[in-house]
């Protein structure tokens, strides 16, 4: 059974940086394209970054260059830096078992995060 | 604003028939597979259809999916209050590797 359990979110302030994790189970995370995608209070869905198993990755232009995807083989555990963290990056973080055709066939609880003073 | 369009609402009866639509354009839609997810609020989304027109497993069959040219096309027949959600399309872009979703649809049962 495919599993993703999302951790790290949290109350953060401006500029500061949060690491989300997601422990995944079922499936082997290295061999799989897999994604972090975020909706704000309120709002609709918005993809934030992609690895695919090649280890390329690609970024939303929203977080480019400050946000970080990565991933641990060993753990099976997929990784989001957040860095300069900004009130707009407010939201639930997904993380998303991604595939080929940017088809997301499994979805995380989602991961709360936070930014304010 | 979402790079796909989607109406922001539809509604209809039980047991009636209801589409939402996905607008797109050739670096997208026109060339790429569209999957399409339910989302009930307070919960985490749900793959409904992928590669335009196929079936998740365990998506009724009351649930269909279409594409042509830059648009795809969900379809859902005998509505249920139970349908009740907001659905987006997604598809990802070639030109610049990223994935995209629709703004989303909220579909009210009446």
């Known amino acids: 059974e495919v599993k993703l359990v999302e951790s790290g979110g949290g109350l953060i302030q401006p500029g500061g940086s949060l690491r989300l994790s997601c422990a995944a189970s079922g499936f082997t995370v290295s061999r799989n394209y897999m994604s972090w995608v975020r909706q704000a209070p309120g709002k609709g869905l918005e993809w934030v970054s992609v690895?695919?198993?090649?280890?390329?990755?690609y970024y939303a232009e929203s977080v480019k260059g400050r946000f970080t995807i990565s991933r641990d083989g060993s753990q099976n555990t997929l990784y989001l830096q957040m860095d300069n963290l900004r009130a707009e990056d407010t939201a639930m973080y997904y993380c998303?078992?991604?595939?080929?055709?940017?088809?997301?066939?499994?979805w995380g609880q989602g991961t709360l995060v936070t930014v304010s003073s | 604003q979402a790079v796909l369009t989607q109406p922001p609402s539809v509604s209809a009866a039980p047991g009636q028939r209801v589409t939402i639509s996905c607008s797109g354009s050739s670096s997208n839609i026109g060339n790429n597979f569209v999957s399409w997810y339910q989302q009930v609020p307070g919960t985490a989304p749900k793959l409904l259809i992928y590669d335009n027109d196929k079936r998740q497993s365990g998506t009724p069959d009351r649930f269909s999916g279409s594409r042509s040219g830059t648009s795809a096309t969900l379809g859902i027949t005998g509505l249920q209050t139970g349908d009740e959600a907001d659905y987006y399309c997604g598809t990802w872009d070639t030109s610049q590797n990223i994935r995209l979703f629709g703004g989303g649809t909220r579909l009210t049962v009446l």
């Open positions: 690895i695919y198993g090649d280890g390329s990755t």
């Open positions: 998303v078992k991604d595939g080929i055709a940017a088809t997301f066939d499994y």
